[in-house]
């Protein structure tokens, strides 16, 4: 079966058509993926910001790390499950536009960075825990998280204004 | 002057209408505040949540409050900033919407808390465990997320009511 196959089936599902016809269901799922949204930047931030040189509420990276990567977790969890719902309910128009694309691609970026992050500086996390100013890898690591997570949002915000609905 | 022709006017002065006729302006803004909202809700998370005695118990929550607050004070004047300029653009969209003024309402609310609950801490004078509204602090800050919260989902709200 082709995408463009998968995406006509999704859009012709009675979920999908649930979520589209009850006029609620949409604002309702809308607004829990932004409070996970929310939730995902929020925390990922302040490790990002950690990894920069801003202090958080311990003095070390990993602890820090520790406490929050939880809560990313399971707010990405959410905007996934909440995020796959919406698309389905529209999956023709939003595979077809250009900006949930681009949404798409900075997700995959981000999940990327996290991983090299993984398994380069964070390894050596013994070594620069405490540090004020931890070493160069990681603190691209965090530059580059903060700038594509800002990219999900942006984007994710132009697909409510360019969206083709038919 | 009802509230109402005060959304018409303004709806129709310049300032409104180049907010409106630059197509990049909404989104931009939009987007600003959506992520300043998410600042709100990361600091609000992990300082409630030591106030409430969940996370990071072993930082004092005078440590974890001065950390956060700052941070939560720059993102609230920038979701006010924000804020002023959709309203200007759309007053129709808010001025009328009874969502928008339990929005309004409930930011008020959780800004008392955080002025109420959190501020205190920062004076390193201040011991937590002396003061008298100590037993107060727990349910505030479970009553401050459920806010932040809702304050969240009266905001997506305004656009479908």
Redesign the interface.
């Known amino acids: 079966m082709s995408l463009e196959a998968l995406f006509q089936k999704l859009y012709d599902s009675p979920l999908a058509a649930a979520i589209r016809e009850n006029?609620?269901y949409f604002?309702w799922i809308?607004?829990l993926h932004?409070?996970a949204?929310?939730?995902v930047?929020?925390?990922i931030?302040?490790v990002d910001l950690r990894l920069l040189g801003y202090?958080?509420?311990?003095r070390g990276a990993r602890r820090l790390i520790v406490?929050?990567l939880p809560?990313t977790w399971a707010a990405f969890a959410v905007a996934i499950v909440t995020g796959a719902l919406l698309f389905t309910s529209n999956a023709v128009a939003y595979a077809h536009n250009a900006q949930f694309q681009w949404k798409m691609i900075a997700i995959l970026a981000a999940g990327l960075n996290m991983a090299v992050f993984h398994l380069t500086a964070y390894r050596r996390i013994g070594d620069w825990d405490d540090a004020h100013r931890p070493p160069l890898a990681a603190r691209l690591s965090g530059a580059f998280s903060l700038l594509l997570w800002?990219a999900v949002?942006?984007f994710g915000?132009?697909i409510g204004?360019t969206l083709s609905v038919f | 002057m009802s509230i109402e022709s005060f959304g018409n006017w303004l709806y129709e002065t310049p300032l409104s209408t180049s907010i409106r006729e630059v197509t990049w302006i909404?989104?931009s803004v939009?987007?600003v505040h959506?992520?300043s909202?998410?600042?709100?809700?990361?600091?609000a998370?992990?300082s409630d949540l030591?106030l409430a005695g969940v996370?990071?118990t072993d930082?004092s929550p005078a440590?974890?409050v001065r950390?956060?607050l700052p941070w939560m004070w720059i993102a609230l004047i920038v979701l006010l900033l924000t804020g002023i300029v959709m309203l200007i653009a759309e007053p129709g969209r808010t001025l009328g919407n009874t969502v928008f003024w339990a929005k309004m309402a409930l930011v008020l609310f959780a800004f008392a808390l955080t002025l109420f609950f959190r501020k205190p801490l920062l004076d390193p004078a201040f011991a937590l465990e002396h003061a008298s509204w100590r037993g107060a602090v727990k349910p505030a800050a479970w009553i401050s997320l459920v806010v932040w919260?809702a304050v969240?989902?009266c905001?997506?709200?305004i656009?479908?009511t």
């Open positions: 006029t609620s604002p809308e607004s932004v409070l949204i929310t939730l930047f929020g925390t931030c302040i202090r958080a509420h311990r406490d929050l809560f800002i949002i942006v915000r132009l204004f | 909404i989104p939009q987007s959506l992520l909202i998410a600042i709100v809700v990361g600091s998370l992990v030591r996370l990071a930082e440590t974890v950390r956060y919260v969240i989902f905001g997506r709200w656009a479908y």
